[in-house]
């Protein structure tokens, strides 16, 4: 199969989607991650080799994102984390500031 016709087959499945997708929050959680992470690995194609890894990272963020709405149980996971690099867990919190352990000298003068 061509990746066209992957795209095809998995284009055609947000109009009749797979698990737990079929209906409600999750039926749009796959359809519009499906479309995402198509347009995400389109513009890794299309742009130059320093910006092409990150690309391909929100494109699988976004095709996981699609799989875990159509699983039937996610072991230990909550479905629909806010950011693709994950979510802290129930009852952490986050820094308010980041600590530096040195301070920062300013920068050097340039040469008249």
């Known amino acids: 199969m061509s990746t066209p016709e992957a795209w095809e087959q998995l284009r055609a499945s947000r109009w009749s989607p797979p698990g737990r997708a079929d209906s409600g929050s999750r039926r749009n959680a796959y359809a519009a991650a499906l479309e995402q992470a198509e347009q995400t690995f389109q513009a890794a194609a299309a742009v130059g ?4 890894p990150i690309q391909v990272f929100y494109g699988l963020s976004q095709a ?4 875990a709405a159509a699983a039937v149980v996610l072991k230990g996971k909550r ?9 802290r867990p129930p009852g952490s919190t986050c820094p308010s500031r980041v600590s530096r352990s040195a301070p920062t000298r300013p920068a050097p003068r340039a040469a008249s």
Do not use: F
């Open 64 to 67: 996981g994102r699609a799989i």
């Open 49 to 52: 080799t320093a910006t092409r």
């Open 79 to 87: 479905s629909g984390t806010s950011h693709p690099t994950g979510s």
